[in-house]
Nanobody, 125 residues
Framework: VQLQASGGGLVQAGGSLRLSCAAS????????TGWFRQAPGKEREFVAA????????FYADSVKGRFTISRDNAKNTVYLQMNSLKPEDTAVYYC???????????????????WGQGTQVTVSS
């Protein structure tokens, strides 16, 4: 599976962006998908995830209520709608996909088999 993330950019605090991640090479079928981010000098951190069967998404506490993850299995695409952006949201955002992920490991980077190339999100104050 190849993942191509897009939609990043420069936005003022309080603004919104929508990230997209398109899969190619094979269908998203059966894959759990999500987003991680990494700011300069910081470790990669979990942002959001959604399981293959959809259902309840998972969010980091820092983005809960502001970000929404969704997926369109027919289009092999996962989205991250980011509202009320803050300067601390500035980071490179990576989309991820994995097949066999137990619930307790959904926030762990090593649980995911495939990573996109990343898209830069910069929020100015």
């Amino acid at each position: 599976v190849q993942l191509q993330a897009s939609g990043g950019g420069l936005v003022q605090a309080g603004g919104s962006l929508r990230l997209s991640c398109a899969a190619s090479g094979r269908t998203f079928s059966g894959y759990h998908t999500g987003w991680f981010r990494q700011a300069p000098g910081k470790e990669r951190e979990f942002v959001a995830a959604i399981r293959w069967s959809a259902g309840t998404p998972f969010y980091a506490d820092s983005v809960k209520g502001r970000f929404t993850i969704s997926r369109d299995n027919a289009k092999n695409t996962v989205y991250l709608q980011m509202n009320s952006l803050k300067p601390e949201d500035t980071a490179v955002y990576y989309c991820v996909a994995g097949l066999r992920i137990i619930l307790s490991m959904i926030r762990v980077p090593s649980s995911y088999d495939y990573w996109g190339q990343g898209t830069q999100v910069t929020v100015s104050s």
